[in-house]
């Protein structure tokens, strides 16, 4: 009977252990499947290059440029705000700050990361965007560079918490190494914590960055939407999320717009997929 | 422990089998974002008078409920748009058979901020502005700034009814489309409140819309017509160019529960309540 219990539970575990790997590969096919089929009606080069996304138009024009430019204008904006400000954040929180701060800090970052993107997309549209509209005297405040200080919201936390782990996994002997050189704190940190936890604090980066270009509902409601390759981070931009978000519920099923939002979805796939294994490569590294 | 994760699974079954028992008494309706108000009046009414039947209204565009109406998941499309022949030739493979019936007037307003000089413009000149021919609010008589165009995202009837009406001025073999600079706003809320706080902004919707805080353009047909302000007079005359109408679709002509309510709604006083969501009625 105990043999038997432990069989049940045994297997039980397993294919729930299996289900997630499941799970993915049958996304995977299904998408592969209704993607590209877009390519009957658009070569893989003009759909990757061309410059025009008029999807409902006879005949269609299915050119995703301006969305991939908008999509890593709005990541990278959100990148060179979020990493220095995360990276630092961590670092205070792991070495700097005494216990009661410290408390106080990660529930603060947990709260952060609590906050659902809907949320942070509507506060960011009524404060952000008329801010950065005055800031930069623009004729529209729904630009790239709003949608990136939203998306660098919510970076962070995965940023901190992650690159604080990595700090605090940094053998405590080398830091006692360090002062026993007679190097200041802040050299200490600098020179043997950073570096000895670097690949956790890529990891850490990548991982946010993942969130990021996947994020949606935010950007839909604060970048403009305009399908145009960007010059600067102060125009509107138009992301491969929030085209479809925003079209999928419109495409007839079976039509070339609906191929072409799941060739969208493959796009965003593979690069979400490079990042996040671009990150376990660095985190095992660390090991 | 597992007491209450047992709970949990009985509470999600029960809600499940709820939802899955199709009631016979009860109609789902879907579609047009501009409609959905309009809908929920006249379902809110409908069941004041008959609480033994049940109507669910929910929006998501034009196209939403027209591919849902297709695949069967609901019984009466609400549309601000003409049926595609595409939609008509997936829904015969499906063994539906779209019904079309014609309930409401709908104005398109174009508007601007009120802090914007311009008042009027011709079609002529609003295809240029939202193709991105004209670019300068100096062009069409108001200040140097950049004009920022505002559009309805393409899930939406209301973009496609304008980009047919406006911007190709119904040639059906227009190649026209809106300006690739223009913004793609997901609702007609999100157009009224940026226009509200931009005075270079311009944009349309439905005219349920309008409130005090924007301004209509009054538009004339050429340069020699009157220029002419969006309001239900000169929708039912005729007058105000841009007008469309409004539309139920159901699969064959309606029976049983579902013509009661498509005749409830062209009835006099469903008429009324779409002069109350400041739609133009199609029955005086």
């Given at each position: 009977m105990r043999k038997l219990k432990e069989f049940i539970i045994e297997k039980l575990i397993f294919i729930s252990g299996l289900a997630s790997i499941f799970f993915v590969v049958l996304i995977f096919l299904f998408l592969t499947k209704e993607g590209l089929a877009v390519f009957k009606y658009a070569s893989p080069v003009d759909f990757l290059?061309?410059?025009?996304?008029?999807?409902?138009?006879?005949p269609a024009q299915l050119g995703i440029l301006p969305l991939i430019f908008g999509s890593l204008m709005v990541t990278l904006g959100a990148a060179i705000i979020s990493i220095p400000i995360g990276v630092a954040c961590a670092v205070y929180i792991a070495e700097i700050a005494p216990l009661r701060i410290k408390e106080v800090l990660k529930a603060g970052i947990e709260l952060l990361a609590a906050i659902p993107s809907v949320v942070l997309g509507f506060i960011g549209m009524v404060t952000l965007v008329p801010w950065v509209k005055t800031v930069f005297h623009l004729?529209?405040?729904?630009?790239a560079l709003s949608g990136s200080i939203i998306l660098a919201f919510m970076a962070m936390p995965t940023i901190v918490s992650i690159a604080e782990d990595a700090l605090y996994s940094v053998p405590k002997s080398y830091k006692e190494g360090a002062f026993a050189l007679g190097a200041t704190h802040w050299q200490t940190i600098y020179r043997v914590l950073l570096p000895a936890a670097s690949s956790g604090i890529v990891a850490a980066v990548m991982l946010g960055i993942g969130r990021v270009i996947g994020e949606t509902m935010a950007v839909m409601m604060i970048t403009g939407n305009a399908a145009v390759i960007p010059q600067n981070i102060l125009v509107p931009v138009r992301t491969l999320t929030a085209t479809i978000a925003a079209e999928m519920g419109e495409?007839?099923?079976?039509s070339e717009h609906y191929f072409a939002l799941f060739a969208i979805g493959i796009v965003l796939f593979i690069i979400s997929f490079i990042i996040n294994v671009s990150a376990d490569l660095f985190l095992h590294k660390r090991h | 422990m597992f007491k209450r994760l047992l709970l949990v699974l009985i509470g999600f079954l029960f809600t499940i089998s709820v939802f899955a028992a199709?009631?016979?008494n009860s109609i789902q309706i879907k579609g047009s974002d501009t409609m959905v108000n309009l809908g929920q009046a006249w379902a809110e009414k409908y069941m004041e008078e008959n609480p033994e039947d049940f109507v669910a209204v929910t929006g998501g565009g034009s196209g939403t409920g027209l591919s849902s109406l297709i695949s069967g998941s609901c019984d009466i499309a609400m549309s601000s748009r003409n049926i595609k022949d595409k939609e008509i030739a997936l829904a015969k493979q499906k063994g539906i058979n779209p019904f079309e019936i014609r309930i409401a007037l709908d104005g398109l307003a174009v508007v601007t901020s009120p802090a914007n000089p311009v008042g009027k413009l011709t079609l002529e000149q609003l295809a240029g502005i939202f193709t991105g021919r004209?670019?300068?609010w100096k062009e069409v008589g108001g200040k140097d700034e950049r004009i920022v165009i505002l559009s309805r995202e393409v899930n939406s009837g209301t973009h496609v009814y304008f980009k047919e009406h406006?911007?190709?001025?119904?040639?059906?073999?227009g190649k026209e489309e809106f300006a690739p600079s223009a913004l793609m706003l997901s609702s007609s809320q999100a157009i009224a409140d940026e226009v509200a706080a931009n005075p270079s902004a311009i944009g349309y919707y439905g005219m349920g819309y309008i409130s005090s805080k924007q301004k209509t353009i009054a538009v004339a047909r050429d340069d020699k017509a009157e220029y002419v302000e969006p309001s239900i007079e000169n929708v039912l005359s005729g007058k105000y160019p841009i007008s469309r109408p409004l539309f139920l679709y159901t699969n064959d002509q309606p029976q049983g529960l579902i013509k009661k309510f498509v005749d409830y709604a062209l009835s006099k006083e469903g008429q009324d309540i779409v002069v109350k969501t400041d739609f133009v009625p199609v029955k005086k």
């Amino acid at each position: 009977m105990r043999k038997l219990k432990e069989f049940i539970i045994e297997k039980l575990i397993f294919i729930s252990g299996l289900a997630s790997i499941f799970f993915v590969v049958l996304i995977f096919l299904f998408l592969t499947k209704e993607g590209l089929a877009v390519f009957k009606y658009a070569s893989p080069v003009d759909f990757l290059t061309g410059k025009s996304w008029y999807p409902i138009s006879e005949p269609a024009q299915l050119g995703i440029l301006p969305l991939i430019f908008g999509s890593l204008m709005v990541t990278l904006g959100a990148a060179i705000i979020s990493i220095p400000i995360g990276v630092a954040c961590a670092v205070y929180i792991a070495e700097i700050a005494p216990l009661r701060i410290k408390e106080v800090l990660k529930a603060g970052i947990e709260l952060l990361a609590a906050i659902p993107s809907v949320v942070l997309g509507f506060i960011g549209m009524v404060t952000l965007v008329p801010w950065v509209k005055t800031v930069f005297h623009l004729p529209t405040g729904l630009t790239a560079l709003s949608g990136s200080i939203i998306l660098a919201f919510m970076a962070m936390p995965t940023i901190v918490s992650i690159a604080e782990d990595a700090l605090y996994s940094v053998p405590k002997s080398y830091k006692e190494g360090a002062f026993a050189l007679g190097a200041t704190h802040w050299q200490t940190i600098y020179r043997v914590l950073l570096p000895a936890a670097s690949s956790g604090i890529v990891a850490a980066v990548m991982l946010g960055i993942g969130r990021v270009i996947g994020e949606t509902m935010a950007v839909m409601m604060i970048t403009g939407n305009a399908a145009v390759i960007p010059q600067n981070i102060l125009v509107p931009v138009r992301t491969l999320t929030a085209t479809i978000a925003a079209e999928m519920g419109e495409a007839v099923v079976g039509s070339e717009h609906y191929f072409a939002l799941f060739a969208i979805g493959i796009v965003l796939f593979i690069i979400s997929f490079i990042i996040n294994v671009s990150a376990d490569l660095f985190l095992h590294k660390r090991h | 422990m597992f007491k209450r994760l047992l709970l949990v699974l009985i509470g999600f079954l029960f809600t499940i089998s709820v939802f899955a028992a199709k009631d016979d008494n009860s109609i789902q309706i879907k579609g047009s974002d501009t409609m959905v108000n309009l809908g929920q009046a006249w379902a809110e009414k409908y069941m004041e008078e008959n609480p033994e039947d049940f109507v669910a209204v929910t929006g998501g565009g034009s196209g939403t409920g027209l591919s849902s109406l297709i695949s069967g998941s609901c019984d009466i499309a609400m549309s601000s748009r003409n049926i595609k022949d595409k939609e008509i030739a997936l829904a015969k493979q499906k063994g539906i058979n779209p019904f079309e019936i014609r309930i409401a007037l709908d104005g398109l307003a174009v508007v601007t901020s009120p802090a914007n000089p311009v008042g009027k413009l011709t079609l002529e000149q609003l295809a240029g502005i939202f193709t991105g021919r004209i670019s300068n609010w100096k062009e069409v008589g108001g200040k140097d700034e950049r004009i920022v165009i505002l559009s309805r995202e393409v899930n939406s009837g209301t973009h496609v009814y304008f980009k047919e009406h406006v911007l190709r001025n119904n040639n059906t073999n227009g190649k026209e489309e809106f300006a690739p600079s223009a913004l793609m706003l997901s609702s007609s809320q999100a157009i009224a409140d940026e226009v509200a706080a931009n005075p270079s902004a311009i944009g349309y919707y439905g005219m349920g819309y309008i409130s005090s805080k924007q301004k209509t353009i009054a538009v004339a047909r050429d340069d020699k017509a009157e220029y002419v302000e969006p309001s239900i007079e000169n929708v039912l005359s005729g007058k105000y160019p841009i007008s469309r109408p409004l539309f139920l679709y159901t699969n064959d002509q309606p029976q049983g529960l579902i013509k009661k309510f498509v005749d409830y709604a062209l009835s006099k006083e469903g008429q009324d309540i779409v002069v109350k969501t400041d739609f133009v009625p199609v029955k005086k």
